[in-house]
Antibody
Framework: QVELVQSGAEVKEPGASVRVSCKAS????????ISWVRQAPGQGLEWMGW????????DYAQMFQDRVTLTTDTSTSTAFMELRSLTADDSAVYFC?????????????WGHGTLVTVSS | DIQMTQSPSTLSASVGDRVTITCRAS??????LAWYQQKPGKAPKLLIH???SLESGVPSRFSGSGSGTEFTLTISSLQPDDFATYYC?????????FGGGTKVEIK
């Protein structure tokens, strides 16, 4: 069965960076892309970007363009999201989600989410 | 960016009710629209893609319709498990954008 297992909760100080991992299993990693979506407490869903697990191509939302980097390690079927220069506004649950290249950028499987808290 | 506007933001309904949620795009997205269900503390779950294609395993009481800029999600007979928040998402154009959500509450 398809699973996306994310790394555990993080607490960071303002100005720091965070790296969240997303380990995929149950399918061939390079045949689906990975996107990242975040959700602030009590708020809606916000798309951050996606990465092709096949060739490493990326697309980032403008508001994260300068602070986020998406990468993958195909040897371990793991995707990573690094967010830099954290502020309190970055406190949120971060989800990874899978999409099929041939069907479009909707997400059929999601990770369980990683809570990132930014606080001094 | 394409803005996605959902209405209503909150909906009170009873088990057995027919429920309709609307999603409006600020410009045409053809049929590149998905619907998700999210319960508290959980990841979203895909219900429908390409506006009307029911995801495998999703009960047939869920249906989607629309094209262009106006879309609807209908639950034909609300069940206890359906009380949740629903989001639409367009994937016609980058950046991908979500609607603000519709919370379906028990009346």
């Amino acid at each position: 069965q398809v699973e996306l297992v994310q790394s555990g909760a993080e607490v960071k100080e303002p100005g720091a960076s965070v790296r969240v991992s997303c380990k995929a299993s149950g399918y061939i990693f390079t045949t689906y892309g990975i996107s990242w979506v975040r959700q602030a407490p009590g708020q809606g869903l916000e798309w951050m970007g996606w990465i092709s697990t096949y060739n490493g191509n990326t697309d980032y939302a403008q508001m994260f363009q300068d602070r986020v980097t998406l990468t993958t390690d195909t040897s371990t079927s793991t995707a990573f999201m690094e967010l830099r220069s954290l502020t309190a506004d970055d406190s949120a649950v971060y989800f990874c989600a899978r999409f099929a290249y041939s069907y479009g950028f909707f997400f059929d499987y999601w990770g369980h989410g990683t809570l990132v808290t930014v606080s001094s | 960016d394409i803005q996605m506007t959902q209405s209503p933001s909150t909906l009170s309904a009873s088990v057995g009710d027919r429920v309709t949620i609307t999603c409006r795009a600020s410009q045409t997205i053809i049929s590149w629209l998905a619907w998700y269900q999210q319960k508290p503390g959980k990841a979203p779950k895909l219900l429908i893609h390409q506006a009307s294609s029911l995801e495998s395993g999703v009960p047939s009481r869920f249906s989607g319709s629309g094209s262009g800029t106006e879309f609807t999600l209908t639950i034909s007979s609300l069940q206890p498990d359906d009380f949740a928040t629903y989001y639409c998402q367009q994937y016609n154009t980058s950046p991908l954008t979500f609607g603000g959500g519709t919370k379906v509450e028990i009346k």
